[in-house]
């Protein structure tokens, strides 16, 4: 008889636990938080179990209701104001739960490896240029920023661990250091609240950025089974999605910035049908169709014999720079910031950082936001003519035409049939590169900086670099 009125006692308590449940928030929707302005906006949590859910917007008064499903999850969607703020939103299963300083403005997620990761502090021994002096002027309420902490698993999560911070010297610090430069300039220029998510891994291959459905068309890549498949939890195809992505799906943004590649340069056959299959897919889940902008940060330039294993073949990293630059030619709503001229010879992570957000901030400025009267994207190769020993080389995207110190690049090599490639003379002629070399009396092909290390010389006349290219197949 005890044993029974202790049972019949342990289900009145847990009775009374669930029907006194409270609201509960993914940690990316909490105080402090910017959500995107002018926009129907997404939110969702656990709340008791088919209970009404009421939320009220501060700026208008506005209700909107749900149910709460068996389990307690519901999901609201609801208009949002112009960019400003603060406000608060008021969440009730019966108990009101506020969410308070929330602004309205403009939302990017921000992911990739190491090269995004990489936070102002820089890692030991490898900094961040100029980044000292600008955390110590980084406080700014009007940005935002939430770090989405390292997970990796093979289950789709519904929550990540991270929270949200103004941006300050102590918060900027240990944040994304490409983000922040991009997040910086939006906010300067739009003068509006910016909110940054990062979520990246050093280390990780675009494999664990994608879902099973996704990597279907890849059937060379084993997924994984179970969690004893994870062998290393930046590197496993699928597992930083489900851990670090899925959480956020469906989390109202603006578009994404990503910076990676470094850990696929040895893949650049794949790399560009894996990154176009992986924004179609991110757009896909997040229900937003091409109406998310997705910009992109070219692989820096950087000896790969420095990590190549003693007896290997060298990968030429350029073959994947190329890739990456074929997706924003067919993908809508793309564009890459090419680094060609801020990579470092000794080190796969370089030190300018700020010039990679801010050309990063470039493309989003004036493709998304609208910017007229500055140039977002750099010159991309167009074709060839050849006319005796002289190769003449066209670009497209450079109405101001190319510029180089001097007029003059010394990055260009040409070939003849043998397919030999030799250093040539190249110079500028209006709108055209001229390139020549003594050594090929016909040539039939060129190729500019496509190494694993250069120096990118050539530039728009708006200071934008060429990327490496090739005019050959082979």
């Known amino acids: 008889m005890k044993h029974l009125k202790n049972s019949i006692l342990l289900v009145f308590l847990a009775c009374i636990t669930t029907l006194s449940a409270e609201i509960k928030l993914p940690a990316i ?121 390292r997970n990796s698993t093979i289950e789709s999560q519904t ?48 494999e664990a950025w994608m879902t099973e459905d996704m990597l279907h068309a890849f059937p060379s890549v084993k997924i994984p089974k179970t969690e004893k498949d994870i062998k290393e939890k930046n590197r496993t195809p699928i597992t930083l999605y489900q851990a670090m992505i899925h959480p ?59 990590i190549t ?28 910031a090419v680094l060609l001229d801020a990579g470092l010879e000794k080190g796969i992570h370089p030190i300018k950082k700020q010039l990679a957000g801010e050309r990063l901030a470039l493309l989003a400025l004036t493709k998304s936001y609208k910017i007229q009267g500055v140039a977002g994207e750099s010159p991309y190769y167009k074709g060839i003519e050849i006319q005796g020993d002289t190769v003449m080389v066209s670009f497209e995207r450079a109405n101001m035409w190319i510029a180089a110190k001097n007029f003059e690049s010394k990055l260009f090599t040409v070939a003849g049939a043998d397919k030999v490639f030799h250093p040539a003379k190249a110079w500028i002629v209006r709108s055209k590169m001229y390139v020549k070399s003594e050594a090929v009396a016909k040539p039939v092909a060129v190729r500019y900086g496509f190494e694993n290390y250069v120096e990118g010389d050539l530039y728009s006349n708006e200071g934008l670099p060429v990327s490496s290219f090739r005019s050959d197949n082979w």
């Open 29 to 149: 929707f909490s105080d402090g938080m910017v959500m995107q302005q002018k926009i129907t906006a997404n939110i969702w949590g656990k709340a008791s179990a088919k209970a009404q859910v009421i939320l009220t917007s501060s700026w208008d008064k506005k209700k909107q209701t749900t149910t709460a499903d068996d389990q307690g999850n519901w999901k609201i969607a609801f208009k949002t104001p112009t960019a400003g703020g603060p406000f608060t939103l008021t969440i009730s299963d019966g108990k009101p739960f506020v969410l308070k300083d929330i602004l309205m403005g403009e939302v990017w997620l921000c992911s990739g490896q190491s090269n995004m990761e990489m936070p102002m502090k820089g890692f030991k021994n490898q900094p961040v240029e100029g980044s000292n002096m600008d955390i110590l002027k980084s406080t700014n309420t009007n940005l935002r920023l939430f770090t989405v902490k």
């Open 159 to 206: 929550d990540v661990s991270g929270q949200w911070q103004e941006a300050a010297p102590l918060s900027v610090r240990d944040f994304s250091a490409t983000a922040y430069y991009f997040g910086r300039l939006l906010q300067e220029t739009l003068h509006v609240p910016v909110g940054l998510v990062s979520s990246s891994w050093g280390g990780s291959c675009i």
């Open 248 to 306: 956020l799906v469906g989390l109202t943004l603006k578009g994404v910035i990503w910076y990676q590649g470094e850990t696929n340069y040895d893949h650049a056959n794949t790399y560009a049908d894996m990154f176009t299959t992986m924004i179609n897919g991110w757009r896909k889940n997040w229900g937003q169709s091409d109406t998310i902008p997705f910009y992109y940060c070219q692989i820096a330039p950087f000896d790969y014999s420095i």
């Open 309 to 336: 294993e003693k007896g290997k073949e060298v990968i030429n990293s350029a073959y994947l720079r190329e890739a990456q630059g074929k997706v924003e030619q067919h993908v809508p709503a793309t564009g890459m």
